[in-house]
């Protein structure tokens, strides 16, 4: 299993974000900007390209709810979207809030935030 099939069954604890049947969002735990957001399936697939037709394309509705949300409720120009890494062998896609195009640079040193700090901005952009 998964970290994040662990995380969908609530065995590791997330700042979630929204769910619904088929898709989970959390914030992630090293977020590059406040409200760095992960969509992640609930089917455990590896690679995105791999997902089937109807999951990988309600995987992409799932997240513009979410980014709509984020648009509203944070101070960001846009919402970028970001797969790559091969850190988690689960398909995953980074809903990060975006002001400057060096806001999606991943090798930059990601915020520390305290668990209330988290909480505060799941509940902000949470649907
Ligand atoms: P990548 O495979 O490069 O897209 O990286 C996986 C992402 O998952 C990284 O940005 C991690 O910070 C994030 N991540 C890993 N474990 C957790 C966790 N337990 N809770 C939230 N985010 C996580």
């Known amino acids: 299993m998964t970290i994040f099939s662990k995380i969908i069954e609530g065995v590791i604890p997330s700042y979630k974000v929204a769910e619904d049947d088929n898709y989970y969002a959390f914030l992630d735990i090293n ?26 394309a309600g995987m992409i509705l799932f997240a513009k709810k979410i980014a709509k949300k984020m648009d509203a409720a944070l101070d960001c120009k846009r919402v970028a979207v ?11 896609i980074h809903l990060i809030p975006l002001n400057n195009e060096s806001d999606v640079d991943f090798k930059k040193p990601k915020l520390k935030l305290t668990p209330e700090k988290f909480q505060e901005i799941a509940d902000k952009i949470s649907i």
């Open 31 to 56: 977020p590059l900007a406040e409200g760095h957001t992960l969509v992640v399936p609930k089917k455990e697939v590896d690679y995105i390209f791999d997902l089937d037709e109807k999951t990988l």
């Open 82 to 92: 970001v797969v790559l890494g091969l850190e988690v062998p689960h398909a995953h």
